[in-house]
């Protein structure tokens, strides 16, 4: 099982930029996939972005070209780089982690870290 713990949210205002951190441990050989999620009130779960073992990266269509995601497999942590913050990335984050053992997929989840852009 991976244990992922968030960190870096917080409050910060339109325009400005904040980097999110997932550290991962526990009882695993490799991850994997790594990603960022995140949910607004009201709204469901969504992807971010998203890496894999070799660094390729998926993006949301509403972060493209202003948020990063990155990986550092020495220290099972995954990375996301937020730019150009708007009100609208108000949501909390969360980091997801999908680990394939025998072709059996198991996905875990961190507790989450609020971010909220705002003025």
């Known amino acids: 099982q991976v244990q992922l713990v968030e960190s870096g949210g917080g409050l910060v205002q339109p325009g400005g930029s904040l980097r999110l951190s997932c550290a991962a441990s526990?009882?695993?050989?490799?991850?994997?996939?790594m990603g960022w999620y995140r949910q607004a009130p009201g709204k469901q779960r969504d992807l971010v972005a998203a890496?894999?073992?070799?660094?390729?990266?998926n993006y949301a269509d509403s972060v493209k070209g202003r948020f990063t995601i990155s990986r550092d497999n020495a220290k099972n942590t995954v990375y996301l780089q937020m730019n150009s913050l708007k009100p609208e990335d108000t949501a909390v984050y969360y980091c997801?982690?999908?680990?394939?053992?025998?072709?059996?997929?198991?996905?875990?989840w961190g507790q989450g870290t609020q971010v909220t852009v705002s003025s």
């Open positions: 997801n982690a999908v680990v394939v053992v025998l072709s059996i997929r198991t996905d875990s």
């Open positions: 526990g009882s695993f050989f490799s991850i994997d996939t």
């Open positions: 890496i894999t073992r070799g660094g390729s990266t």
